[in-house]
């Protein structure tokens, strides 16, 4: 199966700076890729779609300037929690399709942020 | 906005029972579900998915269905054992575009 691998899998960072969380497909080309998080005790929810070489679609209620997404190459897309704050504290997981396997989506390990 | 919802939230049996978890859409729209694993502290693992022209699919001791008119799906897993603890989540896309909204997810625990 498609391998998709997400790093770091653990991050703990002071508030007020900024983490990068990247997502890389290792065998195949990811021409779109997916990021969602997922607060204690609730179910994942969709932040933004990313297709390769274009600027990001996000949910509502998703700041685009917060959490930047660039997704520059067909293997490796990154999140990136600006001025991060206690309450992004979260864990955070990508998943990237292909159009060769428009079907399923290929998710990562997920990424645990801690901000304090 | 399409809402998900998981019924038991949690769950505990002993080892050897079947069982059946259930997951609604308040969208009956879906075009693809899938049922995923998730261990504690760790991603996501695939367990069934059922594309677009599909109502029912089977891996080993799971059976996962899903009726399009309900919005609804089961999985059903067959003499659980211990190694099948963990919080079983359903999810749905509406396009085929794999992005998708996630049920809240059943916590089970397979007593020995």
């Known amino acids: 199966g498609a391998v998709v691998s997400q790093h770091p899998s653990r991050v703990i960072c002071k508030s007020g700076t900024s983490v990068k969380i990247e997502c890389r497909s290792l065998?195949?080309?990811?021409?779109?890729m997916f990021w969602y998080r997922q607060f204690p005790k609730q179910s994942l929810m969709l932040m933004a779609t990313s297709n390769e070489g274009s600027k990001a679609t996000y949910e509502q209620g998703v700041e685009k300037d917060k959490f930047l997404i660039n997704h520059a190459s067909l293997t490796l897309s990154t999140l990136t929690v600006t001025s991060a704050h206690p309450e992004d504290s979260s864990f955070y997981i990508c998943?990237?399709?292909?159009?060769?396997?428009?079907?399923?989506?290929?998710f990562g390990q997920g990424t645990r942020l801690t901000v304090v | 906005k399409q809402e998900v919802t998981q019924i038991p939230a949690a769950l505990s049996v002993p080892e050897g029972e079947n069982l059946v978890l259930n997951c609604s859409f308040t969208?009956?729209?879906?075009?693809?579900l899938q049922w995923f694993r998730q261990d504690p502290g760790k991603g996501l693992t695939s367990l069934l998915l059922?594309?677009?022209?599909?109502r029912e699919q089977t891996s080993g001791r799971l059976n996962a269905s899903l009726d399009k008119s309900s919005g609804r799906s089961t999985l059903y897993i067959a003499a659980s054992q211990p190694g099948d603890s963990a919080t079983y989540l359903c999810a749905g896309d509406q396009t085929g575009a794999n992005n998708l909204f996630f049920g809240t997810g059943t916590r089970l625990t397979v007593i020995p």
């Open positions: 065998d195949f080309q990811a021409t779109t």
């Open positions: 059922i594309q677009s022209s599909q």
């Open positions: 969208d009956s729209a879906i075009y693809n």
């Open positions: 998943s990237a399709s292909t159009r060769n396997s428009i079907t399923e989506a290929f």
